[in-house]
């Protein structure tokens, strides 16, 4: 949009101390006719986008002992001051090199105190004696898992006798599982910053900021992944207590008036009967027209219901559809079955595989009524909506690891 400005002829022949007081406001209204970029980035906060996020966030979970934090679906690692990756890996038993190339670090980097690192699965509930004491020694646990803490203790020498007993060794402490509602798990993208992905999320920058460890220029970088603060959930208000009932003594209470036909009794009326209406005729079955020919959509809707939660990149990448428990899941369209596996809750997934990258995904189902493998069709039954308040399907399309609004192939 071309910006219009005011020409020298219009403060022609203005004194020069008006004209100095006048261009201050000539210049504000020639501002105001171009869209106004309102984040200023810690400067001047007149228009600072701050007020329309000023809910209040909680605070975030202590880690334990080894710097870590649990939820239900992922595990965070914190790390401590003057910390590398190689050492919060270590610290957690899992190989640097992995946790490094899962948030796009090297193992030498060095961390800030109470910077967060993702983790790519679960770390071992305990760590075997001197695992991670020294750089570059194998990480046992994380090859063999807990293998290790559950083997039966066995003598060096079975001919042998010592007189030391020897002590049992203690069941490992699984992580403390944070309660309450879990954190979405963001992943930087090219471009993104700290203050895109607060206005995104509608939390403030500085809550961001903490919740991550970042540094006091809220620098992110690409594939990093950052917990986006949780809402502080605030007491509901009590109601004012009801003032107190006045109870009265029987035969104390107010009078019963009298009613309109104790004086005057009413006169006796004969009443006919109202007409006996006759019964409705019989009308005939309208004929049904014939259904109509399958729609022309690239996929079909897996349960006929109600769109119960919309796709939202990044927040929800499917949809949710509700319908009555037990009602059946069927194939969007023609594909082979790739997967039938289970989410952290134990609740199963089916995915079906359409092309070389198009994959359909059907979670929170039951019964399932097909295998891997197996070849399906557009609207074959492959499963049933569960019972209970969980009786719909959580339904994604996805281009190879990218998610799909499923409403760009359903309409």
């Known amino acids: 949009?071309?910006?219009?400005?005011?020409?020298?002829?219009?403060?022609?022949?203005?004194p020069r101390a008006r004209l100095l007081a006048v261009l201050p406001l000539a210049g504000v209204l020639a501002a105001c006719q171009s869209?106004?970029?309102?984040?200023?980035?810690?400067?001047?906060?007149?228009?600072?986008?701050?007020?329309?996020?000023?809910?209040?966030?909680?605070n975030r979970p202590s880690p334990d002992a080894r710097g870590l934090i649990t939820y239900p679906s992922y595990q965070v690692a914190v790390a401590q001051r003057g910390d590398t990756v190689s050492d919060v890996a270590a610290r957690i038993g899992l190989p640097p090199q992995e946790v490094a190339r899962f948030n796009g670090m090297e193992s030498s980097d060095k961390m800030r105190q109470g910077e967060v690192l993702a983790l790519p699965r679960r770390a071992p509930d305990s760590l075997p004696?001197?695992?991670?004491?020294?750089?570059?020694?194998?990480?046992?646990?994380?090859?063999?898992?807990?293998?290790?803490?559950?083997?039966?203790?066995?003598?060096?020498?079975?001919?042998?006798?010592?007189?030391t007993s020897i002590q049992p060794v203690p069941d490992p402490q699984p992580a403390k599982v944070q309660r309450g509602p879990e954190p979405v798990r963001h992943k930087v993208k090219r471009g993104e910053t700290a203050y895109t992905i607060s206005r995104l999320y509608q939390v403030p920058v500085k809550s961001l900021a903490e919740w991550n460890g970042l540094g006091s220029d809220f620098a992110v970088r690409e594939g990093q992944f950052l917990l986006i603060p949780l809402k502080e959930e605030r007491a509901p208000e009590l109601a004012p207590a009801a003032a107190p009932v006045a109870v009265t003594e029987p035969g104390a209470g107010s009078e019963t008036p009298v009613p309109p036909s104790a004086s005057r009794p009413l006169p006796e009326e004969k009443v006919e009967p109202a007409a006996v209406k006759p019964a409705a005729e019989t009308l005939p079955t309208p004929e049904l027209p014939k259904p109509s020919r399958a729609s022309s959509a690239a996929m079909a809707y897996p349960v006929q219901g109600k769109i119960i939660k919309t796709y939202a990149k990044g927040r929800n990448d499917g949809i949710d559809i509700a319908a009555a428990a037990g009602a059946p899941v069927t194939a969007a369209e023609?594909?082979?079955?790739?997967?039938?596996?289970?989410?952290?809750?134990?609740?199963?997934?089916?995915?079906?595989?359409?092309s070389q990258k198009l994959l359909t995904v059907y979670q929170n189902v039951g019964n399932i009524t097909v295998n891997k493998g197996d070849s399906v069709v557009r609207g074959q039954r492959i499963a049933s909506l569960r019972s209970g308040d969980d009786a719909y399907v959580h339904f994604e399309v996805r281009d190879g690891f990218e998610s799909i609004d499923p409403l760009s192939y359903l309409n």
């Open 1 to 14: 949009m071309t910006r219009t400005t005011p020409t020298r002829t219009a403060f022609r022949g203005l």
């Open 35 to 58: 869209p106004l970029d309102y984040d200023l980035r810690g400067q001047l906060g007149a228009f600072n986008t701050a007020g329309a996020a000023q809910s209040a966030t909680a």
């Open 129 to 163: 004696a001197g695992a991670g004491s020294s750089p570059g020694s194998v990480d046992i646990a994380s090859l063999a898992g807990q293998a290790i803490d559950t083997a039966p203790l066995t003598s060096p020498n079975p001919g042998s006798v010592t007189t």
């Open 334 to 354: 023609a594909g082979t079955v790739a997967a039938i596996t289970k989410d952290s809750n134990n609740v199963p997934i089916v995915v079906i595989r359409h």
